[in-house]
């Protein structure tokens, strides 16, 4: 019989459609590391999340993500109640199969699918923070989302707007996303934002971007903000601020190399708590997933949850 206290959550579409194709080399080969284990493929948004919640409150002990940064996101918001983490005792595993896995690029976490395994037998475990965010979806309803990465509005809200409507990750996620990124910078535009940090900031900028921080990597590899840290209680905020077109596109090189800081238009803050409005419509970002706009309100929840990931 499998066992219920460890659970493997697979989406089969991660990857593009790739995973599903994969999961009986990978079903074998998580049976000879860890033993029996229940799985669950996913058919539709929301199954991760739902499934991670039943599983919880079933009494699994780990709970194993198996796609993209989409997938753990849902994974992640299964472990979290309106207050914060429902089950404090629980681990989560991630085996990283998506397209674009920038997550792993902060936390270690092996990229391969073999190697990412062990790392789950071996069962080291960090304790690490989660954002919860604060907005309003597109038809104007409160909602309450947490994540484990980056959550930006402006132009990553736009770039993943744009690759969810043509569904272009098939080249692969750095093409995909520089694709995207140089369409959406031509179309889009600055904005006029407000942005509040504790109680310690209040200003209107002019950005074309504003990342919150958890993680490092977003947007298939950009570097956004290089010195966030997963388990230092802050967030780390970037704000791309008043660049011409020209200088967007002369700088963006940064983007990817860590050197983002050396850009005089770009403040890079830290802070607990991140209030943002503006008059124009600016989409949001949340681990690769476009979910709404602003305003928004966005808290750092301390040693929220624990993962399995190699010794750094």
């Known amino acids: 019989m499998a066992?219920?206290?460890?659970?493997?959550?697979?989406?089969?579409?991660?990857?593009?459609?790739?995973?599903g194709s994969q999961w009986p080399r990978i079903q074998a080969m998580a049976r000879d590391r860890l033993g029996y284990f229940t799985s669950y493929l996913t058919t539709k948004p929301g199954d991760a999340t739902r499934i991670t919640m039943t599983s919880?409150?079933?009494?699994?002990?780990?709970?194993?993500?198996?796609?993209?940064?989409?997938?753990?996101?849902?994974?992640?918001?299964?472990?979290?109640?309106?207050?914060?983490?429902?089950?404090?005792?629980?681990?989560?595993?991630?085996?990283?199969t998506g397209t674009g896995c920038d997550f792993i690029k902060t936390v270690p976490i092996p990229a391969r699918i073999e190697q990412s395994l062990d790392t789950i037998k071996e069962g080291y475990t960090k304790v690490i923070d989660v954002g919860r965010l604060q907005h309003r979806n597109d038809h104007g309803l409160p909602v309450t989302r947490y994540f484990h990465n980056?959550?930006?509005?402006?132009?990553?809200?736009?770039?993943?707007?744009?690759?969810?409507?043509?569904k272009s990750k098939a080249f692969g996620p750095f093409i995909s996303f520089i694709w995207a990124t140089v369409v959406s910078i031509f179309l889009y535009g600055k904005k006029n934002i407000r942005i509040q940090i504790d109680n310690s900031y209040d200003k209107k900028v002019i950005a074309w971007n504003i990342a919150v921080a958890n993680g490092q990597y977003h947007?298939?590899?950009?570097?956004?903000?290089?010195?966030?840290?997963?388990?230092?209680?802050?967030?780390?905020?970037?704000?791309?601020?008043?660049?011409?077109?020209?200088?967007?596109?002369?700088?963006?090189?940064?983007l990817y190399n860590g050197r983002i800081k050396d850009?005089?238009?770009?403040?890079?803050?830290?802070?607990?708590?991140?209030?943002?409005?503006?008059?124009?419509?600016v989409l949001l970002d949340c681990d690769g997933e476009q979910p709404g706009s602003l305003p928004i309100v966005i808290n750092i929840m301390p040693a929220a949850l624990r993962m399995i990931t190699k010794k750094s």
């Open 263 to 281: 850009i005089k238009e770009v403040t890079i803050l830290t802070g607990k708590t991140v209030n943002a409005f503006s008059d124009d419509r």
């Open 56 to 96: 919880l409150i079933e009494g699994a002990e780990l709970i194993i993500c198996v796609g993209g940064d989409g997938t753990l996101n849902e994974v992640v918001n299964g472990f979290m109640d309106e207050a914060g983490p429902s089950r404090t005792d629980a681990l989560l595993g991630f085996v990283p």
């Open 219 to 254: 947007g298939g590899g950009m570097r956004v903000a290089p010195d966030a840290l997963i388990d230092d209680g802050l967030f780390h905020i970037t704000v791309i601020g008043n660049l011409s077109l020209a200088e967007v596109f002369w700088h963006l090189p940064k």
């Open 3 to 19: 066992s219920k206290r460890i659970v493997f959550i697979v989406n089969p579409h991660a990857g593009n459609d790739s995973t």
């Open 150 to 166: 980056i959550v930006s509005f402006g132009l990553g809200g736009e770039v993943d707007d744009r690759i969810n409507k043509k």
